[in-house]
């Protein structure tokens, strides 16, 4: 379980081929020092198992599963990621709750500059939209982001200076594809209520669900 607050930026020191996967070799100091084999850790929103490390360095593998929900396929040797090791049961949750599964794939369609501020749309394949809510929650490469604008599938966020330095977020132009996850409790309300049509879906049926 992870929260979407990034906490290291790491380079890809190689893409080993491994069957249809890849084995990631990821130079992340801070990240590597914590970490153990068998941990689990968040690259660019995706959930990995660490097989190796040493001081400086670990490596993940993602399969065939991974690379066709995601867009780590598109990683070479010197791509950096973000990255964040899984949240302390006793930790402030500080973005929101993320496991890691990524969903789909999405790119970005605009990014315009505010004074203090970047407007970013995303554009998510049309059966996920239902899973977009005004003001809620969205994963954006492992980053725990908040909805500001939204128009069907496509949905704006606000990126703060911060965010822009301390993740990879400063490398993403018009065009690039994003790793997205949905906020967990909406896919579970879905899951629960299989009688009603999803188009259907209405405060009332929550409220006579508990929720």
């Known amino acids: 379980m992870f929260t979407g607050i990034?906490?290291?930026?790491g380079t890809v020191t190689r893409c080993e081929p491994m069957g249809g996967g890849f084995r990631f070799h990821i130079r992340a100091?801070?990240?590597?020092?914590?970490l153990r084999i068998n941990d689990s850790v968040s690259v660019n929103g995706a959930c990995h198992t660490v097989v190796w490390r040493d001081d400086e360095s670990f490596r993940v593998e993602s399969v065939e599963e991974t690379l066709k929900k995601t867009s780590l396929g598109e990683l070479k040797d010197g791509s950096s990621v973000n990255l964040e090791l899984p949240m302390r049961l006793n930790d402030r949750l500080g973005g929101h709750l993320v496991l890691g599964h990524v969903d789909t794939a999405a790119h970005i369609t605009a990014i315009v500059p505010r004074e203090s501020s970047?407007?970013?749309?995303?554009?998510?394949?049309?059966?996920?939209?239902?899973?977009?809510?005004?003001?809620?929650?969205?994963?954006?490469?492992?980053?725990s982001l908040t909805i500001a604008e939204l128009d069907g599938p496509r949905f704006t966020v606000s990126i703060i200076p911060h965010t822009m330095?301390?993740?990879?977020?400063?490398?993403?132009?018009?065009g690039r594809r994003v790793n997205i996850e949905f906020d967990l409790v909406g896919k579970y309300i879905e899951q629960m209520m299989p009688h009603r049509r999803k188009a259907d879906l209405r405060e009332s049926d929550l409220r006579e669900q508990g929720f």
Do not use: K
């Open 29 to 34: 100091p801070q990240s590597a020092r914590e």
């Open 118 to 143: 970047w407007m970013t749309t995303v554009e998510v394949p049309a059966e996920f939209s239902r899973y977009l809510v005004p003001t809620g929650s969205v994963t954006v490469d492992g980053v």
């Open 165 to 174: 330095d301390h993740t990879i977020w400063s490398q993403y132009g018009v």
């Open 6 to 9: 990034v906490e290291e930026v």
